[in-house]
């Protein structure tokens, strides 16, 4: 398996031909016994032509893995 890809706020995607970008990060919590509390981080993407999906992470890294999300990179403007 390979190492978990950085996925940020403002990445740009191509999914399935439909380009998306992430608008935001979810972290959500639940107090469980073992360990004693579990994060959980999803991704609000919102596509052009104007689809929003609410993904976790597990599951974008999968799909990134297998090749059906395609994360595009360029120059960040710092």
């Not at 390979?2 to 990060?25: F, H, M, Q, R, Y």
């Not at 991704?43 to 999968?62: F, P, Q």
């Amino acid at each position: 398996m390979s190492a978990k890809t950085k996925v940020e706020v403002g990445n740009i995607i191509l999914d399935n031909g439909k380009v998306g970008i992430i608008t935001n990060e979810i972290k959500s919590g639940t107090w469980t016994s073992e360990p004693l509390f579990n994060w959980t981080t999803s991704y609000e993407i919102k596509y052009a032509d104007g689809v929003t999906c609410i993904m976790t992470e597990g599951s974008l890294n999968r799909l990134i893995e297998n090749g059906k999300i395609i994360l595009l990179e360029g120059e960040k403007n710092e």
